[in-house]
């Protein structure tokens, strides 16, 4: 089975604070996804990248910076945490020969930003 | 531009009953079309996907999906709800070549009464 887990399950961080969301999957699948959802609408995509080191942007950039050095591995970074930054945090991986474009989810990090 | 919509963000029903949860796409081409489940404090994971190979869709738990293109829905059913489908329920669209990127409906809430 595909496993992807992410480093929190829950996390409270204050305004302006530096924060890092760490996600691994186990499954050497080259695509990787984070999106953060919210009451109302939905999952919106926020970066995604196809291999190490590559990353795109997503449809809500603004505010966050990822890193992907190693395969498995894609981080999610909030540069300087603000309010409206506060959600959850959903990480998802899918392999790239995969037409059909299956995504595989992590459990998610709830972040609250005092 | 893709978009999905779901129709209800909170359906109820009563244990044995029909689940209807609907949704509804706008594509230029040919779509593939997915229900994804979030079960409570839970990552989403696939019920099933549309891609072109049958119209009516056969997922995990009971569920199914037909893909209705004159109508450009794509409406999950259940003959007979059961406590444990209460959940959050997704519909996502993509289409060929778009790298693995999905767009998801606003979500739909599942209260199933006893």
């Known amino acids: 089975d595909v496993k992807v887990t992410q480093s929190s399950r829950y996390l409270v961080k204050r305004t302006g604070e530096k924060v890092f969301l760490e996600c691994v999957q186990d499954?050497?699948?080259?695509?990787m996804f984070w999106y953060r959802q919210d009451p109302g609408l939905g999952l919106r995509l926020i970066y995604f990248s196809y291999d190490v080191k590559m990353k795109e942007k997503g449809d809500i950039p603004e505010g966050y910076s990822v890193s992907r050095e190693k395969k498995e591995r894609f981080s999610l970074i909030l540069e300087s945490a603000s309010t409206n930054q506060t959600s959850m945090y959903l990480c998802?991986?899918?392999?790239?020969?995969?037409?059909?474009?299956?995504?595989?989810f992590g459990p998610g990090t709830r972040l609250t930003v005092l | 531009a893709q978009s999905v919509t779901q129709l209800g963000s909170h359906v109820s029903v009563s244990e044995g009953a029909l689940v209807l949860l609907r949704c509804n796409y706008s594509?230029?081409?040919?779509?593939?079309l997915f229900w994804y489940v979030q079960y409570p404090n839970q990552g989403l994971q696939l019920l099933l996907k549309?891609?072109?190979?049958?119209?009516l869709v056969k997922g995990i738990n009971g569920f199914e999906a037909e893909f209705k293109k004159s109508e450009t829905s794509f409406h999950l059913t259940k003959p007979s709800a059961h406590m444990s489908d209460a959940a959050e329920y997704f519909c996502a669209v993509t289409k060929r070549n778009q790298g693995g990127k999905l767009i998801f409906g606003q979500g739909t809430e599942l209260s199933v009464k006893p």
């Open positions: 594509s230029s081409v040919p779509p593939y």
């Open positions: 499954m050497d699948h080259e695509n």
């Open positions: 998802a991986s899918s392999l790239q020969g995969d037409l059909f474009d299956t995504q595989y």
């Open positions: 549309y891609t072109s190979a049958a119209t």
